[in-house]
């Protein structure tokens, strides 16, 4: 762990007052010991081991309410979670307190075909629901790669690989309800499309990581499945020509569901776990959704596009189960990536930029790391102008970890320096907080910490997580 | 005006200080004249009279911020306005204070068509941004029908014709700067097309209504022009079938940019207003975008579709001229409407429901009205299950105007049973504040009213409005 974070732990000893009621309150359910604990000491990142000093797996809402309600009496930390598949920090129990696992609230409640939605417990993922959505030709998009929890995509703000066609969490969750630090169960939102009613509290809950209230329930926006839909794989022999098609694609008013980039190293991977034989070069994956008629005409535009940009080979599918294995291993590609360096860390950038910006802004970080001579690699959602970079390090060799935050650092400033995020979709944790001032401006943060102050006064919702100290 | 709110009216003096400051500071631009203050006493509402006790036409930021530290410091309350188009009250200034003029902070800052957005100041309206893009391949989608100013489409979360397929001002807004109560000025969200950095502050803004900050600047999201546009319109016997057709036609998976549905009074009106001879009956107004090709196949869907659902009459055309007639026709019903009881005044509701459940609801109303005998029309945007009932009363007659409330308040009742908003679209204002608490239930309101005191200590930013007191 990075000498950073280990000064800002802090541990002082539950009281033994908030201890006694837990356990009269909870009973079993709320576990003390190490064991216990350990289990619950880190996330996707290994930034570092912070295991909290107890657990409770939440069984509803009411059980959410009554323990926040006694740490909000004893000031006592709470950091919720889900699948546990952040990779920012954002559910290491920095200062101590107690995790707060949803993953046993995974009851799709309701789901309103008519209506378009569904309304979900924090705890489903987002492949139980799409599994539970199967026959009523509807689907769940938003995609980000991991089986997370629709709690923590929320938490998050999360998007993924169908966010240039049907939105990211943003613009997928129509009604909230959430629990708050004093154990108030608010709800907001509604199931209409859209409403101009007061204030966007489901906005502000959505990215808020935790720290101003628990998300119990959630209503999400379904969408019809498309009539049918092609998969076209484009490679080029370098980067720049690549990621320059993607706005030219855009542009076009084609109905991209997918516009991915895999640079050669994420291909060559992509290969090696999955024996796909791609060609080893710069590639984008795009999908189309339309009727038949519709997608030979959009392929056969993308087909031009593509040429344009002196594409080096380019096919284009119609068959379901293969566009199931690519999408696949696309979403296994940090897993393959890690087997290219064994016992390696992968460190990762998400950021997000103007997309006239973005082949620059690869192409330089391309540059850097070349440079750097560590492994890495490049691939991302760049029909947004998210990408990630992923680098592997010897976690035991200080130089090489320094070099990838350096590394990290030169993306988010050029990221910000374009107008652009410091992170697209992964959030801050712990990771980035040093980021947030470069990003909203001292005044912003002064209001981003008034909120935080007027919704959890004591500072017990995952504190130390994603706003600096003023 | 209705008693309710001649009681709320408060008119402290203005501080002689502030008046000698805002002076100093402005010079002959603030007025407090009778007769200046006279032309910003009222919106499009007719809810009442009510002036401010200053003006001030802001011609830049440094103006907004200026006036706002001036008033955070003697407590005199603004109120910010840009096209005054509003409808709910938003823009009375039910305490006096300063009229804040920003029509004159009306210029495109910035046009990067290479990342599909465009930077405003926030009196350019939507129609002065389309003008302004014509060239570039890209159109701004929202379409409230009046041609608004996007910081008050902002401000109220404004949507409309086209929401079903580019979504609303919530789903296009990238980045805002916004002028606080006590004259700082925050900037919030950024230019690239997703961000995971921190609480959605552009999003607690939009639809505030000017009660946490006055927006100052907007980023908002261009859109490909589409290649090919087709327009449909279907007639029904009866206004069940018609809206009944909107759900399947949204299940196919059809490339619908707007749905609108006209009941039999409304085609009616607009016949007469600009002779366009269409049936009159119950009927859809449908436009769909994609590529000539796919147009004819999704033509012939939806033809199909409106047939199993007992269409009499349907007819598509692909004309942008016919097109650009109909829609300019659609958008004038409210005035068209009008001129069927003249010297009446309109008394609107805005609500927005499930989709499963916006046939019933409609024919509901469309019973109550009959029932009540007014002079009614029911006009809507359906693919959002949103739409309108606007009533024509003559305004001297007590028992009429009672009477539409009644209608009114029906019908958002029916909305909230249904889980659905009190408004769509036209925002709470002063007319809907008395929802606010059935809509949103007492936690989250207190939560809304702890985040305006936090950035509001002083009530100064369009007070009473929205927010229902404690």
Known sequence: MSNSYSQQLRHASLPTDFRLQAQTCFGEAIRFSASACAQYAHDESRIGVMPPQAVLKARNKEDISALLALCHQYHVPVVARGAGSSIEGHILALQGGVALDLSDMNQILAIHAGDFCATVQPGVTRKQLNEALRDTGLFFPVDPGADASLGGMCATRASGTTTVRYGAMRENVLALEAVLADGRIMRCGCLARKASTGYDLSHLLIGSEGT????????????????????????????????????????????????????????????????????????????????????????????????????????AGYDLAQRNRLWAARHQAYFSLLQMRPGARAITTDACVPLSQLAQIICQSEADCLAAGLPFAILGHVGDGNFHLLLLIDEANPHELALAESLNENIVQRALAAGGACSGEHGIGLHKIRFMQAQHGAVALDIMRSIKHSLDPHNIMNPGKMLPPA
């Open 212 to 315: 101003l209230g628990v998300i119990s329930e959630i209503s999400v926006k379904l969408w019809p499945q498309p009539e049918a839909l092609a998969v076209a794989l484009a490679s080029y022999a370098d980067t720049k020509s690549a990621v320059e098609t993607v706005a030219n694609a855009l542009a076009c008013g084609l109905q991209l569901a997918r516009i991915e980039f895999l640079d050669r190293q994420s291909v060559q991977a992509v290969n090696r776990h999955a024996g796909l034989g791609l060609p080893e070069q710069a590639m984008l994956i795009m999908e189309l959704h339309g009727s038949p008629a519709s997608l030979q005409e959009q392929v056969d535009t993308l087909r031009q596009l593509c040429a344009a940009q002196d594409c080096s080979h380019f096919e």
